[in-house]
């Protein structure tokens, strides 16, 4: 989709009141766009699922949306996978799910999440009382975060599904590798 196809859209989403869907996985959506989304995501009350899966969003982007997720008061289910949101865009994720009461399954598989930034995600996950499901498949989120994910588990009775299968955490001792597989 051509930037200008995506202004457009985000300006028609901004005065959307029926648009409950919305898929976009592939699209070239990068910055530009993804700003352009992000100020629509604020304004509209009814898009319940939106999916940027492969969209070229990186932590700049992911920052963006998860700030426009934070004050969202419709959006259920959020799909982020295979971009590059990174430390930065996860931790500004933590944020938001601290915040926001009604999202319900955030995908942020294969985004190049490491330690910093799955600590903060599971973090928020700590406060939000709205989300069932967080998928961080295929991140190397780190043994820190596998101590918060107990945590979490411990105080979060909202949350059903964790899925972390190939997040790569290194151990104390030197060269140790583990695979965290929560369903």
Same mark, same amino acid.
Not at 13 to 21: D, E, H, P, S, V
Not at 52 to 67: R, T
């Given at each position: 989709m051509s930037a200008t196809g995506i202004a457009v859209l985000a300006d028609a989403? *901004?005065?959307?009141?029926? %648009?409950?869907?919305l898929n976009l996985d592939g699209a070239e959506v990068e910055d530009v766009g993804i700003y352009r989304l992000t100020v629509a995501i604020k304004k509209n009350s009814t898009l319940? $699922? &939106?999916? %940027?899966?492969?969209?070229?969003?990186?932590?700049?982007? *992911?920052?963006? /949306? @998860? $700030? @426009? /997720?934070?004050g969202n008061v419709s959006l259920k289910t959020l799909n982020l996978n295979n971009n590059a949101v990174q430390d930065a865009g996860a931790t500004a994720f933590g944020a938001a799910l601290s915040q926001n009461s009604v999202l319900e399954a955030l995908? %942020?598989?294969?985004?190049?999440?490491? *330690? +910093?930034?799955?600590? @903060?995600? &599971?973090? *928020?996950? +700590?406060r939000n009382k709205s989300l069932t499901l967080l998928d961080l498949a295929g991140n190397a989120i780190g043994a820190g975060a596998a101590a918060v994910l107990g945590d979490v588990l411990q105080h979060n009775t909202t949350v059903k599904t964790i899925w972390c299968a190939v997040c790569v955490c290194l151990l104390p001792r030197e060269g140790s590798l583990c695979a965290l597989v929560v369903v």
């Open positions: 989403l *901004g005065i959307n009141k029926g %648009l409950i869907w319940q $699922n &939106l999916s %940027l899966e492969d969209c070229y969003i990186d932590y700049n982007g *992911g920052f963006a /949306v @998860a $700030n @426009a /997720v934070t995908h %942020l598989a294969f985004n190049e999440i490491q *330690g +910093t930034g799955g600590m @903060a995600l &599971l973090e *928020g996950l +700590t």
